[in-house]
């Protein structure tokens, strides 16, 4: 039995991976992703979340990666989407 709540876990998991370069076809070549941070829910039924980043990379205000929002197991969805 979990004594963890919905409320107490994040709606999703914000990583980022570095541009490295680009294949044959254009396409940019990505590093594996690195968690960056969470998107958690607002208290009390507010609309929208809370991006909490616990690091900033310095490529992402230079535009020299991409951040993914990977959506939190839980007991209910089972990693599905």
Known sequence: MS???????P?????FSRITGQDRQGND??????EIGAV????NGKAGAILNLDLI????????GVIFLLPVETANNGGRR
């Not at 004594?3 to 876990?9: E, G, I, P, S």
């Open 40 to 43: 958690w829910p607002r208290k």
């Open 29 to 34: 070549i990505l590093t594996r992703p690195k």
């Open 57 to 64: 990379p310095v490529e992402l205000p230079q535009r020299k």
């Open 3 to 9: 004594t963890t709540h919905q409320a107490d876990r």
């Open 11 to 15: 709606l999703y998991r914000v990583t």
